[in-house]
């Protein structure tokens, strides 16, 4: 089994403080909606340095929207 990072170890869901990396590594079911966004978020170096909220602001997308999509890509990955 993988660990969490560690910042977000208790975290049942994405949020928007959390690392770009972090959320990848944890979550990969949400790279489909990072990718459906056209995000370069997985595989871009700055993943590692960039929160949730910094990335959607930079796409222009709303960080709240983005959350409840991570949390339906994960809800459907069971």
Not at 5 to 21: I, K, W, Y
Not at 46 to 66: K, N, P, S, W
Request: with cysteine; proline share 9%.
């Amino acid at each position: 089994m993988i660990a969490p990072p560690s910042h977000c170890a208790t975290a049942a869901l994405p949020s928007s403080s959390d690392l770009v990396e972090d959320v990848l590594e944890r979550w990969p079911s949400t790279i489909p909606v990072f990718l459906k966004h056209r995000m370069a978020c997985p595989g871009c170096p700055m993943a590692r340095f960039q929160t949730i909220a910094e990335v959607a602001d930079d796409y222009g997308l709303d960080t709240d929207a983005l959350l409840d999509e991570f949390a339906r890509a994960i809800a459907a990955e069971g």
